[in-house]
Nanobody, 117 residues
Framework: QAQLEESGGGLVQAGGSMGLSCTAA????????IAWLRQAPGKEREFVAS???????TYSDIAKGRFTISRDVEENTVDLKMSNLKPEDTGTYFC???????????WGQGTQVTVSS
């Protein structure tokens, strides 16, 4: 069983909203920072947002004001709610466990988000 598994994603029109969820398979993940990152076709993977075990959130510039990350410690899930989506938000979204700032050691398989114009 995957240690991190994303769900959600799909096709949405520009300006619309979408929610992604990341489920951790093991309860020990609650002690770690969990992040969402994304990778657009032909581009490098980039940080979107992260949340600590006690709910402190960090957002990239691309996410501020449009995306909200949240964590349910009891359910071992990290959600990413996205609004006012743009075609440039299209890509594969991954959740990952942060091993140190800017480094990630466990990844989900990714989920595709496509925003049509």
């Amino acid at each position: 069983q995957a240690q991190l598994e994303e769900s959600g994603g799909g096709l949405v029109q520009a300006g619309g909203s979408m929610g992604l969820s990341c489920t951790a398979a093991r309860r020990t993940f609650r002690k770690f920072v969990i992040a969402w990152l994304r990778q657009a076709p032909g581009k490098e993977r980039e940080f979107v947002a992260s949340v600590t075990w006690d709910g402190n959130c960090t957002y990239s510039d691309i996410a501020k004001g449009r995306f909200t990350i949240s964590r349910d410690v009891e359910e071992n899930t990290v959600d990413l709610k996205m609004s006012n989506l743009k075609p440039e938000d299209t890509g594969t979204y991954f959740c990952a466990r942060q091993s140190s700032p800017g480094s990630y050691d466990v990844w989900g398989q990714g989920t595709q988000v496509t925003v049509s114009s």
